[in-house]
Each structure stands twice: as C-alpha cells, then as structure tokens.
C-alpha cells in the first residue's frame, strides 16, 4: 500500500511550531523520548520501545567456516526487517531501500567499530567459528527506527550468551546450558546511534518522530559510543535546501552526553536481568509479559495522547508532584552514598568538588572489574588534577592513557 | 452464544432480542449486524446497542474506514488530472471529486486546489463495486461547511469510534471547548480531524483535548475542558517569562 501523501497543512504546521520551539508531543527541541527495555525468557531477545516505536531483537549463533581472509575470527550478520504491521507503507517479501539502509547503518556501528570481540568467537582457526546473527523487526513505526533498532541491538548483543565449547582433539563438543554456564559475549565499547532532524527553518529536533521525520529536509545519525567516540555518521539531505550549515558541530557534544546516559541505562537494564536469570529470581524483572500492561482508560493516560502540550502531563501529575520531588531528592542521596554502583547520575554529584562528595570512589575501581566506566574516572581525574597527584599514580595502573596526561601536567608545572 | 442488548459481541453470536421479537414493526440493522433467513449475526466485535424503536448495531473500535454514503470525509487530494481531483480518504481506494462540484465552479473558473491540500467533502456515491465520489457542495449547490480547508491548521488521525463519540448530538466537548477557546474544526466520519486555532498552542491543546476525550467518560469532559484551559494558561504565561 502506498504511503499517505505529507499534506501542505501538516508541512507548515511542523515548520512553525518548530520554528516557535514548540513540539506536537510536548518535548523541548533536544529532547528524545522515553526508552524502555524488555526481555524475553531467552538470551539475546530484547523489545525496545522509543515513544511508539517499537522493535524487537533477537541474537542467535551457529557454527559456520571462517572468511578465507580472516580464519581466526568470528562473524556477525545484521539483519532488520520491516513489514506492513510496522507502517502500511512497507512491503512484506523483499528488502526495502529503507531496511537496507537501517542495516547498513547499523553495520557501520557494530560491526566496522570493532564492539565485538569476534576472535573470542573462534573455535578452530581456518575450520569453525562462531556466526553471530541479529535479527531486528519493527513492530510500530513512529519515526526513529534506526535510534530503537541500535539500542534493541546493543542490549540484545550485550545480553546474548552463547554455548559453551570444548574440544578434545578432533571433536568439539558444543555442551547445552544444562551441562555449563553460557558465556556472555565480550564487548570492547557499547556504541549507540542518536538521530537529529533538521527542519527549513534550521532549527534541529532529536530523536524525531515520523511526522517530524517526512517534514525534515536532513537527517543526521551519530553513532557514539560510551568512551565518547565517534563510530559511525550518516548524514542526508532529504529534499534539495541551502539552509542546512553546522548541523554536526551544534549538536554533537549534546548527543555524546545522551549517548553516555542511553548507554547506561542499557548496562543497567540489562546487569540487572542477567543477575536475575543467574539468580533464577524471575519477581521485578522487565519480561515481555511486563510491557503488555492492562491500561484503564482514563485521560491520565497521556502516554496514549500522541498530540500534547508540555504543559499537559504537570496538570495530571499534580496531586502527585510532591511525593514526587521528595522521592527524586531521596535518590539523589542514595546515589552519593552508594558510589560503587557506577550510575549515570553520579558524574554530575561529583561536582561538588572532589572529597565533599561521599567516599573516595578511586580507590574503588582498583578492586573492580574493568566493567566500571572510563567516564567517571576521567571526570574524577579532571576535578582533581591539581590536588592529589600521588593518588592517581597509585591508582592510574588500569589506564595508560590517564597517566601519560597526567604526567605531562606534572611535567608543565 | 446468544447475546442481547449491551453485551460485548464476537463475530459469529446470534442476536436473542431480535428474534423473539414477535410484534410487526420495522427493525433496522445497523453495522455489524447481518441477517441470515430467520437469525441475525454479528460479524463485528464490539457492543450491541441498540436505540429506539428499533434500530440495532455494533458499535466497534477500529481505525480503517469503510466509505458510507452521505457521510463528511476530510481527505488528501493526491492527483490532479484532467477534470477530477483524486482524494485520499483513508479508505481502500481513493475518491473522485469532479473540480464542478465546487460553489460557483464553472468550467472557466476552476477551484484553486493543489496537491496536498485538504478538502472536507461529502461522499455522494459508496458502494462496494465502485469508486467513492466526494462533493463539495449540497443539493442546491451551496457550499455550506464543505470545501478546501485552509494550510494553516493541524490534521491529525483518530479511531473511528472516537469520531462517532465527539460528532453524537449528545457530546458536549466542543460546546464546552468553544466557552473558552477560539477555534475551527472539520472532523471528518473517516478518522481525519483538521483543527485550527489562533496560536500554535492553541491548535495543539485543541487536538490534545479531541484526543483525549477518548479516554474520559461524559461527566469527565468538563474537567478535561477545564484541564486544558489550565494547561494552556500555564504555557501562555511560561513563554512570557
């Protein structure tokens, strides 16, 4: 079926509520929308909800014959589909411009950053290696599929466990979780993709909807990983416009702060369901069956209103607004006091100033894993790079890259 | 399963009311409801309902349009060729709109209509076997409400059923609505709603309210007309600051 042709009214409505800094869905300019992530009974599935838009990721391994050109290492395919239950205007059957490019993009995320460590996959060089296969649908087209789809990528990758292989000789054995623990895949960074429309007026939204989307006249994808690299980016004019100029360098410090925050959130979500699972404690997880809520149809359900003002959700949660600012300033504290859990919130607490703001979280990573992020430590350090010089060296051994700043400092001084 | 008045129906249920009925008065059966030799069926979901004297129908959410004569449509116009426009109106074929069936339209004086306008219309012809004709005019070629609705408002989509709710006589939403606000709206049987206000905020809490009107019962219009006066005022005076 042929897509819905963009009145003359919607076009010019967008354009000026844009230009007025207004959004039809309530949001400021830069702001995305909600991101919600549930998981299925098995490893490496994942829904993604962003707003309305929704889609599904599912991680599935075989074992498979090594390229010629790489005999050591594993493989990972991408692949998304879209069919008309997403959007009437999709096609069943055959790959779309559209799914191509989503993949594409993707690819130039996952695959081409080098996230994964695919020689890890390998079982017997030149013979068999791990294939790793993503498959991504889209359930509900509401613009944005690239941003849902990376994000239902990168928590599918990062929950996926595979089997585990012994060999003995000539055979391997592939045991079944029965026999061993899976293991989880290695992930050197977590790359995710945010997406900027530019509108006529040069005014540019994030993470726009499909209204927003077929009014645009450029689009912008940045794939930006947690260490605040850029991995991947896709710029594209839509329509034939001189307006567009510094898209790019006005947004992309903006975007990698998301970034850093999205792949948190991911982490954290998908930490929390995989201990769940090795707990075998299925209570307070975010399971399929948690996103099929019952909903009672009340106007309180703004979340169903695809039109608002911004306005329009503070005048339902009124009554509630009170209890809810005592529980946001509750949680606040508990992040200052817990500092090991390493959350997003903590970077900006530590503005304090270093030393006002709980206990020493440098010692901490010491003793932990590498798993705690590089973000925090980088962010201690520059609050405290005049003060304590000798506590950094103690502690610097993780990161190379700290010390040899550090000692061109010292060396300035 | 037998079902009566006010039961939530399956397609396939047999109506009880209607047969029992032994009196000799006209029953008329309205969407939903088909007749098979002496037993009446459902073939939507939904509720039975039921008005008097004797009309009986299915009332069903759904949002793809099924074209009836005689109802008020916004639609796309998405061709422009020779003496018809062709306009989308969200139904399984597109509609023909004669470029006469305009007030005043004449064969030199065409009506100024670009692609991606919208127009609110009326369907003239809606049968199964053939294309939907729209008009814009009545019976004796006066325009009335129908014709081109301006590129300044909003258009937006809603179920059906939501239509049905906010055009019944008995709605009082937009008369409570248009106490304290200002506004146009052209809401057309096939989802499509075109509103326009004075201010882009205006517009915009308009459409929140028609939408959310879904949700709230009859006695709730009144707060929720309420909450958006309350809601626009904040806004009003936040862009102030």
């Known amino acids: 079926m042929k897509e819905v042709l963009l009145t003359n009214c919607e076009k010019n409505f967008v354009n000026k509520s844009v230009e007025q800094g207004t959004r039809l869905d309530g949001r400021s300019l830069l702001e995305a929308r909600n991101v919600k992530i549930y998981f299925a009974s098995n490893w490496g599935s994942c829904m993604v909800l962003l707003g309305q838009t929704r889609v599904v990721a599912q991680v599935t391994c075989d074992i498979q014959q090594p390229k010629t050109s790489r005999p050591n290492e594993g493989m990972l395919h991408i692949n998304v589909e879209l069919n008309p239950m997403a959007a009437q205007h999709f096609d069943s059957g055959r790959q779309s411009e559209i799914s191509i490019l989503i993949s594409r993009q993707l690819e130039k995320c996952y695959q081409d950053s080098k996230c994964i460590d695919l020689e890890s996959l390998c079982i017997i060089a030149d013979k068999k290696v791990w294939n790793l296969r993503v498959d991504i649908n889209v359930i509900n087209h509401d613009g944005n599929l690239i941003d849902c789809a990376s994000i239902a990528t990168l928590a599918a990758l990062s929950h996926f466990h595979r089997p585990d292989v012994t060999s003995n000789g000539e055979d391997i054995i592939v045991h079944p979780f029965s026999e061993k623990d899976p293991l989880p895949l290695t992930l050197y960074h977590y790359p995710v993709c945010v997406s900027f429309i530019t509108f006529e007026s040069g005014s540019t939204v994030m993470d726009p909807t499909y209204l927003e989307e077929r009014v645009g006249v450029a689009q912008l994808t940045l794939g930006i990983n947690s260490y605040r690299e850029l991995c991947s980016l896709h710029f594209n004019y839509l329509t034939k416009t001189m307006t567009v100029e510094d898209v790019i360098s006005a947004v992309s410090s903006y975007a990698t702060n998301y970034a850093v925050q999205l792949v948190q959130q991911i982490k954290e979500a998908v930490n929390y369901d995989v201990e769940a699972r090795y707990k075998k404690d299925d209570r307070n997880t975010n399971r399929f069956k948690e996103c099929i809520m019952t909903k009672k149809l009340t106007t309180m359900n703004s979340e169903c209103i695809s039109i608002k003002l911004r306005k329009w959700s503070e005048i339902e949660n009124i009554e509630s607004d009170v209890d809810m600012e005592k529980k946001k300033e509750e949680t606040e504290n508990c992040t200052i006091i817990k500092p090991g859990i390493g959350s997003a919130e903590l970077i900006p607490n530590t503005n304090i100033s270093f030393g006002e703001g709980g206990p020493n979280t440098w010692n901490m990573s010491e003793s932990s894993e590498e798993e705690i992020s590089d973000i925090e430590i980088t962010t201690v350090i520059k609050k405290e790079e005049n003060k304590t010089i000798e506590n950094i060296e103690l502690n610097g051994d993780s990161e190379e890259e700290n010390i040899e700043i550090l000692e061109t400092k010292d060396l300035m001084q | ?241």
């Open chain 2, 1 to 241: 399963m037998e079902v009566s008045v006010g039961d939530v129906v399956m397609p396939g249920d047999t109506v009880k009311d209607i047969t029992t009925i032994t009196k000799k008065e006209t029953i008329i059966l309205g969407p939903g409801l088909r007749r098979e030799a002496d037993t009446v069926y459902a073939y939507k979901a939904g509720v039975l309902k039921k008005t008097e004297p004797a009309v009986y129908y299915v009332d069903s959410y759904q949002k793809r349009y099924v074209p009836n004569r005689g109802e008020h449509v916004v639609g796309i116009v998405t061709q422009k060729g020779g003496d018809i426009f062709k306009v989308d109106i969200g139904a399984s074929e597109q509609a023909s709109l004669s470029y006469l069936a305009f007030e005043g339209a004449t064969k030199k004086n065409r009506p100024d209509i670009q692609v991606g306008d919208l127009v609110f219309a009326k369907l003239l012809v809606a049968s199964k076997d053939m294309e939907p004709e729209l008009v814009c005019v009545d019976s004796h070629g006066k325009e009335k409400k129908l014709g081109i609705l301006s590129s300044e408002g909003m258009l937006f989509s809603c179920s059906l059923s939501l239509i049905r709710k906010i055009l019944n006589h008995n709605s009082p939403l937009f008369n409570m609505l248009a106490h304290s606000q200002a506004f146009e709206v052209a809401a057309g049987m096939n989802g499509r709603v075109w509103v326009k206000a004075r201010t882009i905020q205006e517009t915009i809490a308009i459409a929140t309210a028609i939408l959310a009107a879904e949700y709230a019962p009859l006695s709730g219009i009144k707060k929720l007309c309420s909450d958006i006066e309350k809601t626009l005022l904040l806004t009003q005076s936040g862009n102030v600051d």
